[in-house]
């Protein structure tokens, strides 16, 4: 589909072990956005890149994680030691360009989180 | 602060009826977006609507349409005629600071109102 793709879309793991994430944009989108949703709760946004860069990183709640986006396209959010308090929806979004303040961002299914 | 309240936890509607979901925000930025999605209990977050602080009008999309008041900072969401299918959880969010480099285009996105459409 042309749609935002997300992987896995479920992932469980023990407390410690590092994850990886991974977001597939639109094709030719060039902002991409990681938000996390823990359980009932809004959206919080992560991290923003333009392009391979990320000029906004001021939602990473801690040092265990980082992200990156490599030829303008695909993400990687990865988790290092996982703590019980990672465990959500992690949550990426595409927009053709931050530019335009009317552009929603599209949306990708989720990756569900839960640390044992 | 930026922030975007919705005050109403949860909701119900009789099927066919109009509902309003609430939404106030706050910021001191006088460009801004204001952005309504439905997350439906599968998962996906399906934009419905847009409302622009510079708009004259208030949006409108098909069953659904924004009550814009920019003095009381409130933007909430009409959804008329409702139906089964309606039922989700409803998040108002907002982009500000169009302009210059501090300008990254995130969310603020409020803490979502559970509706329940009843046959």
């Known amino acids: 589909g042309a749609g935002v793709s997300q992987s896995p879309s479920n992932k469980v793991t023990e407390k410690g072990k590092d994850v990886e994430l991974r977001c597939d944009p639109i094709s030719g989108h060039t902002a991409l956005y990681w938000y996390r949703q823990s359980l009932g709760q809004g959206l919080e946004f992560l991290i923003y890149f333009q392009g391979n860069s990320a000029p906004d990183k001021s939602g990473l709640p801690s040092d265990r994680f980082s992200a990156e986006r490599t030829g303008g396209s695909v993400s990687t959010l990865t988790i290092q030691r996982t703590q019980q308090e990672d465990s959500a929806v992690y949550l990426c979004?595409?927009?053709?360009?931050?530019?335009?303040?009317?552009?929603?961002?599209?949306f990708g299914d989720g990756t569900r989180l839960s640390i044992l | 602060a930026q922030k975007i309240t919705q005050t109403q936890p949860g909701m119900f509607v009789q099927e066919k009826e109009a509902v309003t979901l609430d939404c106030t925000y706050d910021?001191?930025?006088?460009?801004?977006?204001l952005f309504w999605y439905k997350q439906p209990s599968s998962g996906e977050m399906i934009f419905l609507i847009y409302?622009?602080?510079?708009?004259?009008q208030n949006a409108t999309e098909g069953r659904y349409s924004l009550n814009f008041q920019k003095a009381r900072k409130s933007a909430n969401l009409v959804i008329s005629a409702s139906q089964l299918g309606d039922s989700a959880m409803y998040f108002c969010?907002?982009?500000?600071?169009?302009?210059?480099?501090?300008?990254?285009?995130?969310?603020?996105f409020g803490q979502g109102t559970t509706l329940q459409v009843k046959p």
């Open positions: 409302q622009g602080s510079y708009d004259q």
């Open positions: 979004a595409s927009s053709p360009d931050r530019a335009f303040s009317n552009q929603p961002q599209h």
């Open positions: 969010a907002m982009r500000v600071g169009f302009h210059g480099s501090s300008n990254t285009g995130k969310l603020i």
């Open positions: 910021t001191s930025d006088p460009s801004y977006g």
